[in-house]
């Protein structure tokens, strides 16, 4: 069993800058990766970036590159999401994701564990 627990969220101006952290705990193993995710009011779960646990190779979402970024500290079993130049669109809560097959998946239904999520909110 893995536990996630997102931190990070809060209410930031447009153009502002937040880092969400993704502490995991509990059985961890070094071949998962790890994945973001957010969902909007009334708005399906949108893949934002992923990452590979060991090799940290990253993927991000179209909607996001160049403006977030995703690391992670394997010495604390944790996961960032840096994210800048904050647009009102990017407000949801975002999850924080585990998936055992090691590879970067924009599909949720690859991961099996998640975090309860952390509130960012944009204001314009």
């Known amino acids: 069993q893995v536990q996630l627990v997102e931190s990070g969220g809060g209410l930031v101006q447009a153009g502002g800058s937040l880092r969400l952290s993704c502490a995991a705990s509990g059985r961890t193993f070094s071949s998962y990766a790890m994945g973001w995710f957010r969902q909007a009011p009334g708005k399906p779960r949108e893949f934002v970036a992923a990452?590979?646990?060991?090799?940290?190779?990253?993927y991000l979402g179209d909607s996001v590159k160049g403006r977030f970024t995703i690391s992670r500290d394997g010495a604390k079993n944790t996961v960032y999401l840096q994210m800048n130049s904050l647009k009102p669109e990017d407000t949801a809560l975002y999850y924080c994701?585990?998936?055992?097959?090691?590879?970067?998946?924009?599909?949720?239904?690859?991961?099996?564990?998640w975090g309860q999520g952390t509130q960012v909110t944009v204001s314009s």
């Open positions: 994701a585990a998936t055992l097959t090691g590879m970067l998946k924009r599909n949720g239904a690859y991961y099996d564990y």
């Open positions: 990452i590979n646990w060991s090799g940290g190779n990253t």
